[in-house]
């Protein structure tokens, strides 16, 4: 992005990108610091069950009478299993808040946050913010959606700006058109193919080119939805006649505006990718980023197939499925599941025929919800390898540690289904794009009181909701322990796992029996006894630490149990953030190669802690192995963050 001096600014360059625009009219210059990261006004939120809580727990504890936002909507699609108590307690509360701070509340049942914004209320121009990482699918619109943990969410709903890391822009040039069998998944692991899941902080991907044109929404959407995989602040595409013709269908063309690149704007890198070069790919077990060609793996037996989730949900998606299931039945041997992403979604299948042909296909019809995604139903049996169109498939993210997971297009998904190994798509027929999707906005409550909200409403709290824990301010110097080391590519899943775990999402100290669950059982007792004994908990970590979810549960439990530092020798954006907000110091090596010098159980002192992050963000590991330099590049704003134990402290 274009900067003058010290202040970020867009306004001066004459020919913009399709970011750059949507930044320009949206940058609060006071409280840029244009060096490391930029404020933006938010327009609209989303939040989700399993992040909202806490985050209207939050929003409460900062003693605004109603929204002062736009427009906030609160999503109820994960937690939707309901064993026990304790998902429903949640739901209660969600909704009351809702009532009464004039949030939209969409029902469990109603559909999947990202599908459901962009189907009802995502306006390209806009800036949305969501507490989940995949709220980017807003990008499909133009819209600049852009994902954070639950804190950051309740402030932009008071009317407080965001912080994004000042944006480096690279263009994802289209050219040519994608052969029969490939779809959008395939272009989006293609993207992941070349930039990988890390190192790709602080940029947004722009795509443009002559291919974007014959791209539909749903695709579009599902591109920028899975650009989370990468690691970007953001994707964004342009909002033209495509995106026009969306909102038309969706009875919205009132909220349509043009928003196209000026011709010679100048982005810091380009890609270029030939669509008509593309063939069909997939994610190989355990990282959306390990991409191979289906082609490389075809004929491989395969025992599940799952489709749907926020990504390839949509009409087109599921209708290309049924296209290619229709008068035929899946393989004896294969179960397949399929979410649907909407009720809207479901009802257009249900009155063209689809869903019959799905169900006599023998496809089994789970709720649109996020379920099998995030581990929630639908575990794979030991060791089976399970084809799914969602967009993550850390290991045990689906429940089954020994699966093996591969993401798909929901053409090569379907394809498979028939045979039961991995098979490749053939003439598959093509879904045009509605002219008109049936609008049912029934499952929105509240609306009649949007913004405004019911003043005398009551709070409802089960006993499953319990209260958000403050940090403590930075002391002088820390004395502590490398309770853990872990290596590459940790992701949020590693550190505070969904599945079965998701539903204390809303009770801190139960929720944080589970931190690093997958990596070391015990790291909940011993962060405890470590505390006990006023030593603070620090950990050691590779590249690429706290990739994937937005959860701010990965570091607001951390921070529960005493978690003070992290040293890695990369952080992902927006654990980062989330760190931060919590008073946690995400430290980077200095020299990375020193990660090899600290062991698990180590004695660290960090002398001057406080001072450092006053200053430039350096300080000293002092332990027996040696002493080594570590950093941490913090702004104004961060640093009075760190220094008072994180946002709430500092409120
Ligand atoms: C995910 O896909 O990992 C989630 C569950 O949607 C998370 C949010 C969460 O942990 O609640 C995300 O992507 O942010
Ligand atoms: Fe839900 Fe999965 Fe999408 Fe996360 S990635 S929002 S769990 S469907």
Not at 247 to 260: F, G, H, P, S, Y
Not at 295 to 313: H, L
């Amino acid at each position: 992005m274009k900067k003058n001096n010290s202040k970020a600014t867009c306004k001066t360059a004459t020919k913009l990108t399709v970011v750059e625009k949507i930044l320009a009219s949206h940058i609060v210059n006071e409280e840029s610091s244009g060096e490391s990261e930029i404020a933006i006004r938010i327009d609209q939120t989303l939040t989700q069950d399993a992040t909202g809580t806490m985050a209207y727990l939050q929003f409460e504890s900062m003693g605004v009478n109603s929204i002062k936002n736009d427009l906030a909507v609160s999503y109820v699609d994960h937690n939707t299993v309901q064993i026990g108590y304790e998902n429903a307690d949640d739901h209660d509360f969600l909704a009351s808040i809702a009532k009464k701070y004039g949030i939209i509340y969409s029902k469990a049942g109603n559909g999947i946050c990202h599908q459901l914004h962009l189907e009802r209320f995502g306006k390209p121009g806009t800036t949305l913010l969501g507490s989940d990482s995949h709220t980017p699918t807003g990008g499909g619109i133009g819209q600049l959606a852009i994902g954070a943990g639950g804190i950051d969410i309740a402030v932009a709903m008071a009317g407080g700006a965001f912080h994004i890391p000042t944006p480096k822009i690279r263009a994802i040039k289209l050219k040519g058109k994608l052969k029969n069998g490939v779809s959008a998944k395939d272009i989006i692991l293609k993207v992941l193919e070349k930039f990988g899941t890390k190192g790709n902080v602080g940029w947004i991907f722009e795509y443009t080119g002559p291919g974007v044109a014959a791209l539909d929404v749903p695709s579009r959407a599902t591109i920028t939805n899975m650009g989370a995989e990468l690691g970007v602040t953001t994707s964004v595409f342009p909002s033209d006649q495509t995106t026009r013709r969306f909102l038309a269908a969706q009875k919205r063309l009132k909220d349509w505006v043009e928003i196209t690149a000026d011709k010679g704007a100048k982005y810091d890198d380009e890609f270029e990718i030939d669509l008509s070069k593309l063939e069909p790919l997939a994610a190989a077990p355990h990282s959306p980023g390990n991409v191979i060609s289906v082609k490389s793996f075809e004929g491989a037996k395969v025992n599940q197939i799952m489709i749907g989730s926020c990504t390839n949900s949509s009409y087109r998606d599921i209708r290309t499925v049924a296209n290619i299931l229709k008068g035929k039945h899946v393989a004896e041997d294969v179960e397949v599941g399929i979410a649907c992403g909407s009720r809207q979604v479901v009802n257009m299948l249900a009155k063209d025929g689809s869903l019959g042909v799905l169900i006599k296909a023998g496809c089994r019809i789970l709720e649109n919800a996020c379920g099998f995604c995030i581990g929630a139903h639908m575990s794979p049996s030991t060791n089976a390898v399970s084809l799914r169109t969602n967009n993550r498939n850390f290991e045990g993210r689906s429940g089954t540690k020994s699966a093996k997971v591969y993401l798909v297009s929901p053409e090569t998904a379907a394809a498979s289904a028939l045979t039961g190994a991995v098979t490749r798509a053939k003439n598959v027929k093509a879904v045009p794009e509605p002219k008109n999707f049936p609008i049912d906005d029934e499952m929105f409550l509240y609306r009649a009181t949007a913004g405004k909200g019911v003043k005398n409403t009551k709070i409802i709290r089960g006993p499953n909701i319990a209260t958000v824990p403050k940090g403590e301010k930075l002391a002088e110097k820390i004395c502590g322990i490398a309770t853990i080391k872990v290596g590459d590519k940790i992701t949020t899943d590693h550190i505070m796992p969904a599945g079965a775990r998701l539903k204390f999402r809303s009770n801190i100290p139960e929720y944080s029996k589970y931190v690093f669950e997958p990596c070391d059982a015990k790291f909940h007792d011993k962060a405890l006894e470590n505390k006990g004994n006023n030593l603070f908990n620090i950990i050691i970590a590779g590249e690429s630490y706290g990739q994937g979810s937005s959860r701010e549960h990965a570091a607001l439990c951390p921070m529960f149990l005493g978690v003070k530092a992290i040293v890695a020798k990369s952080i992902e954006r927006i654990h980062r953030a989330n760190l931060i907000n919590f008073g946690i110091i995400p430290f980077e090596f200095s020299n990375p190669g020193d990660y090899e010098k600290i062991n698990e159980g180590d004695t660290i002192e960090i002398p001057g802690i406080k001072s450092a992050v006053e200053g430039d963000g350096e300080a000293t590991l002092v332990t027996s192995k040696g002493n080594f330099k570590v950093k941490t590049n913090l702004s104004a704003r961060e640093k009075k963050l760190i220094l008072a134990g994180g946002l709430l402290a500092s409120l």
